[in-house]
């Protein structure tokens, strides 16, 4: 290798020399520079020495050039275990763990010693590649070797363990976890995400319940996993009590946040936090989670009904993913504004970014814009277009697209796109088509259609369609039929289940349940209520409106 520049001539002896070159490496900030120190190691024969290779191999890695630095690891005669170490760290960093993995059998095969760091790198090689077997095997090693009391090592394990999830692997890593005599803090939130991953969040309460030092990736995990069990309110109670303790929160913390504000209509608290970004309070490492957070932003002021300032942020983004365009189409579709969904949508064809393709959610998206809206041509012409993008269709998609029919009254249609499925209909399909013949008074279609359901489906889970069927036959003046149908409600007992709603008042959410008496105010809401349904019922009789 050349120099493509002078080098500056060192008269020194060999060691001062060497120590000149490795201060050279550890401050190198280009490849150019990388390569001309490289060139002087080789001009004076300092290849061979264990801690200059290391950080060559350590600075070509770091300046993103694996493969030169895997070149020059192949050609040392003997690398050290920290050289081996470099390579296995390296593979990581190129998302190629089934490689590392494979170099560390090398490495074993050659007879040199393993040490913390290489356990370390070989135990996440078999996280990120879900190499069960594998993980289990270096567990072996690690035991065998004298390593079980060292704490990163085992940390490693209990994340192994946590990630691959099961019962018997969840238990296999409280095992290492309670087997180790000291732990930090980073073990206890492997075992809490463990848990929280796995889905069992009454374990992981516990554990965080248990836990004396908590950072804010441990509060954040909690929080997490609340909203991905739909425990909206227990998240953003935790986020309070992470608040009073004066914990900064980070972008993944805040990106749970607005979604459980989501999910309960909190909006309050979703412009706080949009505030709190705003004011420069969040540091935020790079694009990706800038555009998640931006993503959150979205979704939050749609599902609270403030579509257009949702449309404000998401105009503002300096970078949209397909989450972005997708999340901003629903946003349209949920108010019923099909025609501004449509066009966000032929602004996302546009658009020139060839990172951004719509998917199978965002072409539900626009049928569900179609379906809100009333678009019965436009819903036929994307769902014809389908398979155009490259996308499969799916069962979401036929469930709209019958939706759209049935609700424009083209029941014939709708039901022949339900025979001619090449999939089996689900109970969400016939429902939709049940639903168009309530609106349209079909009550042969439906009482076809109900024995398909009730056939299919367990009581419980028929129990909303047979009511509707009830209602569909009460429409049609089948006073017969409506007594059939609803001695078999009785007689199998099949319960609905009921539906429930929630508003925020001076900052408190108050949950309502259908036929619910336990909230201390019931009897009130429902006087109210009467008293709304019977001016209601006076203002009709006025217009002459017939029930």
Same mark, same amino acid.
Request: proline letters at 0%; a negative charge.
């Given at each position: 290798m050349l120099a493509k520049e002078a080098f500056p001539a060192i008269k020194t002896t060999s060691r001062a020399l060497q120590q000149h070159l490795f201060l050279l490496l550890q401050n190198s900030q280009t490849y150019k520079q990388l390569e001309q120190i490289h060139t002087q190691i080789i001009i004076n024969a300092f290849s061979h020495k264990n801690f200059i290779l290391v950080n060559l191999l350590s600075s070509y890695i770091s300046s993103g050039h694996f493969r030169k630095a895997h070149e020059i690891f192949n050609q040392a005669n003997s690398p050290s275990t920290t050289a081996w170490n470099q390579i296995l760290r390296g593979y990581l960093m190129t998302q190629l763990p089934r490689e590392s993995i494979k170099l560390y059998s090398r490495m074993v095969g050659s007879g040199v010693k393993e040490e913390e760091y290489t356990y370390s790198y070989v135990v996440t090689a078999c996280v990120k590649a879900m190499a069960l077997r594998e993980g289990m095997q270096v567990h072996g090693r690690v035991l065998c070797s004298g390593f079980c009391g060292n704490v990163v090592v085992n940390t490693n394990l209990v994340n192994f363990y946590g990630v691959g999830g099961g019962e018997g692997l969840l238990r296999e890593a409280r095992r290492v976890f309670d087997e180790m005599s000291e732990r930090n803090v980073v073990t206890w939130n492997c075992l809490l995400s463990g848990y929280v991953r796995w889905g069992d969040i009454g374990k992981a309460c516990g554990v965080f319940d248990e836990m004396v030092e908590k950072n804010v990736v441990s509060w954040t995990i909690m929080i997490v996993g609340f909203v991905r069990n739909g425990k909206f309110k227990r998240s953003l109670s935790l986020f309070y009590d992470m608040w009073r303790g004066c914990v900064k929160f980070d972008r993944v913390t805040l990106v749970a946040v607005l979604s459980a504000c989501a999910e309960l209509g909190d909006l309050r608290l979703g412009r706080w936090v949009h505030s709190y970004y705003i004011r420069g309070n969040l540091d935020v490492e790079n694009d990706e989670e800038l555009v998640s957070l931006h993503n959150a932003l979205v979704h939050m002021y749609a599902s609270c009904g403030l579509v257009d300032e949702s449309f404000i942020v998401f105009k503002a983004m300096p970078r949209r993913s397909t989450v972005s365009w997708t999340s901003m189409i629903m946003g349209f579709a949920k108010q019923g504004r099909g025609k501004e969904a449509i066009e966000v949508f032929r602004w996302m064809q546009g658009c020139g970014d060839n990172d951004v393709r719509p998917d199978g959610i965002t072409l539900l998206s626009v049928l569900c814009a179609c379906s809100h809206a009333g678009l019965v041509e436009e819903g036929r012409y994307f769902f014809n277009c389908i398979q155009t993008w490259g996308i499969q269709p799916m069962i979401e998609h036929y469930g709209c697209m019958v939706d759209i029919l049935s609700r424009a009254g083209h029941l014939d249609e709708a039901h022949r796109l339900v025979t001619s499925m090449s999939m089996k209909p689900n109970d969400a399909v016939w429902g939709a088509l049940l639903g168009g013949c309530k609106i349209h008074k079909n009550a042969e279609l439906a009482s076809l259609v109900a024995q398909k359901l009730v056939g299919e489906l367990h009581h419980d889970q028929a129990a909303g369609y047979l009511v509707l069927l009830s209602n569909v036959y009460a429409t049609a003046k089948k006073w017969q039929d409506v007594v059939d149908v609803r001695r078999i409600i009785v007689e199998d007992r099949v319960k609905k289940t009921p539906g429930q709603s929630w508003i925020?008042?001076?900052?408190? =959410?108050?949950?309502?349940?259908?036929? @619910?008496?336990?909230? =201390?105010?019931?009897?009130? #809401?429902?006087?109210?209520? *009467?008293? #709304? *349904?019977? @001016?209601? *019922?006076t203002f009709d009789a006025q217009l002459g409106i017939e029930e």
């Open positions: 925020q008042i001076d900052g408190i =959410i108050q949950n309502f349940m259908a036929g @619910e008496q336990k909230n =201390i105010d019931a009897h009130l #809401v429902y006087r109210i209520l *009467s008293d #709304v *349904s019977r @001016e209601g *019922s």
